[in-house]
């Protein structure tokens, strides 16, 4: 285990808790990775609307000491290894979630859960990097299960899209309503079968979540309806890859590489503006966003795929940015989906619904061979320039987070703007012949867009739909950082 004794850091990310458990790793002695990793299990905590310990994702770490970079990739796998198993025999159903009025069809089920892959991911990427034991990493968010926390007001907005998800079974009830209704922004929500099921994590490592009693219940409750087998546990790994490289005005971009989709249109998207002039523009005028629209455009067309009639307009998704003074750099970003709609009563487990979600089905539900993994279109980033890690960063939400990524790095590298800027000004987002734009745009500006581009939804306030970038820079040898209000932003600096 390679040994770090910077003191110092600093961690962007969704929730004032989660970024508690990451600052806590500092001030233990730890470096960025112990932090991120604290901060990632938090987040399967007080972040359970979007993400959980039966999710998947990806994390992209740098190592000051080897001045290398790997992208771990533990997103979900498509189940049914050694099982027989027909289509109605499954527990599959749709479900409707209203997003400010628009009703959006999802699929829940024990046959919505994919192959998990974040216990085994913060576990491996720790045993990897981290300099701290496993359960001094773990400690917060058990605390944060056992004692409870208060409800944020992103929290109670997500909750309430999400209700009929969080209240279809007994187990899910029981997890996110546990005195009959949702909790309001405030109230207090205790989750002590989770803290039991993290501390067992603590003492026994990866293999209780896989191969041991928790792995072996949770083979048996899916044998019923699901797919997920035995077979399918035992056959998980963790997929450790080069980043995707790509050089954008003088600066090194590292991203998530195939399979996932997000790195390459993030770089194809980079490409594109780099062959076009604006210098002498500023982000927010006409003529600029026009390229920028063009720019998005052409990128949906090299994805081959059907524009979807009704994209995903949640994204249920999270992203952790980490740096420490000694230049190590950790962006992890991971999902659950809008969840299956079931827990098991007693474990404080909710379950990922990515085999329902559609955007990550593009040929369609249950066509993905058993033990394929899922693509994804999320992407955390790395800036690089002389050799050190300058920008870290990454977003939620579906086909929106590569839109606001993409962004976040044009007005941070083109036009110089402040991060804290970059990340909360405004966005745009063009997809399915649809152009959204957040307010604050010149009235000007917003007249020549809607000239350009008829067919346009201009939005009332900034929004969770435009995506959650959360950034961690060096910059003169200081930290800084930037949280995304559209998504509970915060940011901890350890001194």
Known sequence: MVRFH???????????LTAEAGARMFQNGGNAVDA?????????????TLTGLWGGGFALVFSAPTRSANLFDFFVNMPGLGKQWSRDGLDFKGIQADFRGALQEFHIGRASVGVPGNVLGFYHLHKVYGALPFGEVLAPAIAFAKNGFPVTKNQAFVSQILKPFLTDTPGARQVFAPKGALLSAG????????????????????????QGELGQKMAAFFQDGGLITQKDLDAYRVMVRKPLKTIYRGETILMNPKPSSGGNLIAYSLKLLEARSFRRQS???????KILIEVMRQTNQTRGEKEKRNPNLLGSTTHISVMDEAGN????????GSGAGIAVPGLGLPFNNMLGEEDLNPLGFFQMPAGVR???MMCPVMAVKRGRPRLVLGSGGSNRLRTAILQALVKRINFKM?????????????EADLLNVEPGLPQKTVQALLDFHPKSVLWKDRNFFFGGVHAVERKRNRLNG?????????????V
């Open 187 to 210: 109230e207090k929500l205790h989750i002590p079968q989770l803290a039991t099921t993290l501390e067992a994590l603590a003492r026994e490592g990866p293999r209780l979540f896989y």
């Open 36 to 48: 991120a990793v604290a901060a990632a299990f938090a987040s399967c905590v007080c972040e359970a």
């Open 6 to 16: 910077k003191r110092n850091g600093i961690v962007a990310c969704g929730h004032p």
């Open 374 to 376: 899922f693509s994804s």
């Open 329 to 336: 750099a950790v962006g992890i970003t991971t999902s659950h």
């Open 283 to 289: 982000f927010a005028s006409a003529d600029f966003l």
């Open 418 to 430: 402040p991060l804290k800027k970059a990340v909360e000004g405004v966005r745009i987002h063009w």
């Open 482 to 494: 930037a949280g995304d209000p559209r998504r509970g932003g915060v940011v901890r600096k350890v």
